[in-house]
Nanobody, 120 residues
Framework: QVQLVESGGGSVQPGGSLTLSCAAS?????MGWFRQAPGKEREGVAA???????TYADSVKGRFTISKDNAKNTLYLHMNSLKPEDTAMYYC??????????????????WGQGTQVTRS
């Protein structure tokens, strides 16, 4: 059983930055971030494999960076140049099954409770 606890959400001014954190217990092979805006489907934002390789949605490439501190088993999402369309509930996701971390919801078996990000 993997437990995920997110933190770091909030309201950001135009052009501002924000970093989300997700503490995972125990170790997860594959971790990622998803988001869901009101009235829209949940979409994948970024994922990181156990070897450190990463994948991003086209909408956030060049602005968001996913990273992981293996010593702390904590996942991060550094978000720069936030846009109004980035406003959503952000969810941390993880899985213990090997294989490439595609940023699609069925790939992940464990989910956090979500943290709200609002571009004011």
């Amino acid at each position: 059983q993997v437990q995920l606890v997110e933190s770091g959400g909030g309201s950001v001014q135009p052009g501002g930055s924000l970093t989300l954190s997700c503490a995972a217990s125990p170790y997860s092979y594959c971790m990622g971030w998803f988001r869901q805006a009101p009235g829209k489907e949940r979409e994948g934002v970024a994922a990181i494999n156990s070897d450190g390789s990463t994948t991003y949605a086209d909408s956030v490439k060049g602005r968001f960076t996913i990273s992981k501190d293996n010593a702390k088993n904590t996942l991060y999402l550094h978000m720069n140049s936030l846009k109004p369309e980035d406003t959503a509930m952000y969810y941390c996701a993880a899985d213990t099954v090997g294989g490439f971390c595609y940023i699609v919801a069925p790939r992940f078996g464990y989910w956090g409770q979500g943290t709200q990000v609002t571009r004011s």
